[in-house]
């Protein structure tokens, strides 16, 4: 089954509007967090990663919570944008011996209306 | 730099065939990696290498796939015979270290289409 999962598989928000995208994980071993754009007709695209050993990181306009406690981890991406429109993905690295090996999760489908 | 190259974008192949897809990873990355999307099952890793070497193949769903990758520039993943049940859009992605230290720079994929 499925070790990475989202709870949403679709958001629609108003341009301008905060996103919130989340994602559940369930190997606890899990050291690494990415999360990936992917723009129809296109390869996954990388926005934003996090570290077990830190609960939040902020990029351009994305920050990234962890919360290792209930193994949860959220996409925050502020004043939305038509062009943000696209399918986002978590992914996970359990480092170890499945080092180099990222599982993802089945995707939220993000829409921004003008 | 133009970033992971596959070919072709687009297979339509007719069941029991082979099926080659090509991928050019970025100049300087030390690990390949070939993924399959699907809508039921998402993005799965098949195949990973380190330098030119399988690392895991784990996830090659049977021997009817098999990856090489004879030098650094270029690698192949191979499908004979093809069933309809491999249609999928097949990504190739490259990175300067493994996944647990940073991004994975995918390609535009390989839509494959088994009739």
């Known amino acids: 089954g499925e070790s990475v999962g989202l709870h949403l598989p679709t958001l629609s928000v108003q341009e301008g509007d905060n996103s919130i995208i989340n994602c559940a994980y369930s190997?606890?071993?899990?050291?690494?967090f990415i999360w990936y754009k992917q723009e129809s007709g296109k390869g996954p695209q990388f926005i934003i990663d996090?570290?077990?050993?830190?609960d939040k990181r902020q990029g351009q306009r994305v920050t990234v919570l962890l919360n290792k406690t209930v193994k949860h981890l959220s996409l925050q991406i502020a004043a939305t944008q038509p062009g943000d429109s696209a399918v986002y993905f978590c992914?996970?690295?359990?480092?170890?011996?499945?080092?180099?090996?990222?599982?993802f999760g089945q995707g939220t489908i993000l829409t921004v209306h003008p | 730099d133009a970033g992971v190259i596959q070919s072709p974008r687009h297979e339509v192949t007719e069941m029991g065939q082979e099926v080659t897809l090509r991928c050019k990873p970025i100049s300087g990355h030390d690990y390949l990696f070939w993924y399959r999307q699907t809508m039921m099952r998402g993005l799965e890793l098949l195949i990973y290498?380190?330098?030119?070497?399988?690392?895991?193949d784990s996830g090659m769903p049977e021997d009817r796939f098999s990856a090489k990758m004879p030098n650094a520039s270029f690698s192949t993943l191979k499908i004979q015979p093809s069933e309809p049940r491999d249609s999928a859009v097949y990504f190739c992605a490259s990175s300067p270290f493994g996944t647990g230290q940073g991004e994975l720079f995918f390609g535009s994929g390989t839509q494959l289409s088994v009739l």
């Open positions: 190997n606890s071993a899990s050291d690494y």
């Open positions: 992914a996970e690295n359990a480092g170890g011996t499945s080092y180099g090996k990222l599982t």
């Open positions: 996090i570290r077990s050993n830190m």
């Open positions: 290498f380190n330098n030119n070497v399988p690392i895991d």
